[in-house]
């Protein structure tokens, strides 16, 4: 029989990073990932890091804000280790008001912000016509992020994945089925090829976590559709704009579109109403888009939970078992910091990252 210290369930940004984390805490750590899924979230996400963009809660603020801060140094440790630049680009995003009320709504999340100790500006509709020409002709005003950006998100999972490998982290190309458990305690994980013994088992399979036999309880995480688009940039400065859960991202010549948020269970296919809603709203951000030819289009399938929240931390019943899913759009953006609270959590047992409302046992009723 197979044995780790560390068995990590599912090799996509979430998974990579807790394996990482692990391998650099000196753990052997074995990825258990089948191969790539065109319905995974990571290779499908735009990889924003819109920690004072996205309407997070007020309790993930915070630990949002902590991850993406960590992404320049990142960065740089994988490119040395590595050779792989993730993309990382913090030149800032603007969320654009397209009428009035949501003008009013944006300066006063500004003025929080700000209180909050956060970088953050008001531009006027003129500011941001003259920062980004063609943009929004209807435009009322942005607040602007300055410290948000973006990674590639498949870039950064294979620089972490590679990471692990340089540490000693071997990718194991198979389906988990099920969670070995010995009683109150996680021994290991059976896929069709036997069984594995581990001391400690991650579960870090993204939208199919919930699939998974073995687990001490149902775990609420459903597939949540998310399609995309990509055209050619249209000309004029890059930039990241965003309204309303869409966005245009320029990134390597392209401009990807995004996207929508559907519950269509396990279903990965691109719809003509999706497509539909997405280059709607990118129009409407930036009208020169609208006569550019389509290069591609796709969707992924992100890990979405009740209340939005991630699913971090360990099991209450079962000893050494360990949950890090459930991110939903904010994958990319919170791996940084799931990685490292994850691998405090199996190094030491303890992690100086308050995670109490992110644990598992919120939704026993």
């Not at 290991?188 to 939208?207: D, F, K, N, Q, W």
């Not at 559709?225 to 390597?252: E, F, K, N, S, T």
Request: net charge negative; glycine share 12%.
């Amino acid at each position: 029989m197979r044995a780790v210290d560390v068995a990590v369930i599912g090799g996509g940004v979430i998974g990579a990073a807790c394996a990482r984390a692990a391998a650099l805490r000196g753990l052997t750590v074995g990825i258990f990932e089948p191969g790539p899924d065109p319905a995974a979230a990571s290779p499908a996400s735009a990889g924003l890091l819109a920690a004072q963009i996205e309407p997070l809660d007020n309790g993930l603020v915070a630990l949002a804000v902590r991850s993406r801060d960590q992404y320049q140094r990142l960065a740089a440790e994988l490119r040395d280790t590595t050779g792989i630049d993730i993309g990382f680009w913090a030149g800032g995003i603007a969320a654009i008001a397209l009428d009035d009320e949501e003008a009013d709504h944006l300066k006063d999340a500004v003025a929080r912000q700000r209180q909050a100790g956060l970088r953050c500006d008001w531009l006027a509709a003129a500011d941001v016509h003259e920062r980004w020409p063609g943009a929004a002709p209807d435009c009322r005003g942005a607040l602007f992020a300055p410290e948000d950006g973006t990674v590639d998100p498949q870039a950064l999972t294979r620089a972490c994945l590679a990471d692990a490998r340089r540490l000693g982290a071997a990718l194991i190309a198979e389906r988990v089925e099920e969670v070995d458990r010995d009683g109150g305690r996680a021994t290991g994980v059976i896929t069709a090829a036997g069984a594995t013994a581990a001391e400690h088992v991650v579960v870090a399979a993204g939208a199919w976590s919930g699939e998974l036999r073995g687990l001490p309880r149902p775990l609420p995480v459903e597939p949540v559709r998310g399609q995309m688009a990509a055209v050619p940039w249209p000309g004029g400065p890059p930039a990241i704009l965003y309204h309303d859960h869409g966005y245009v991202l320029a990134r390597g010549g392209a401009a990807l579109l995004g996207s929508t948020m559907e519950r269509a269970g396990f279903d990965s296919r691109v719809t003509n109403e999706g497509l539909a809603q997405i280059f709607r709203g990118a129009v409407r951000l930036l009208p020169r888009l609208e006569t550019q030819p389509v290069v591609r289009m796709w969707a992924g399938l992100r890990p979405g939970t009740p209340d939005g929240r991630p699913i971090l931390g360990p099991d209450p019943d079962v000893e050494r078992l360990w949950y890090a899913t459930g991110h939903g759009r904010n994958g990319v953006l919170l791996a940084s910091l799931t990685g490292e609270i994850t691998g405090d959590l199996l190094a030491r047992g303890e992690t100086d990252v308050d995670i109490a409302a992110l644990e598992v046992q919120r939704f026993q009723s």
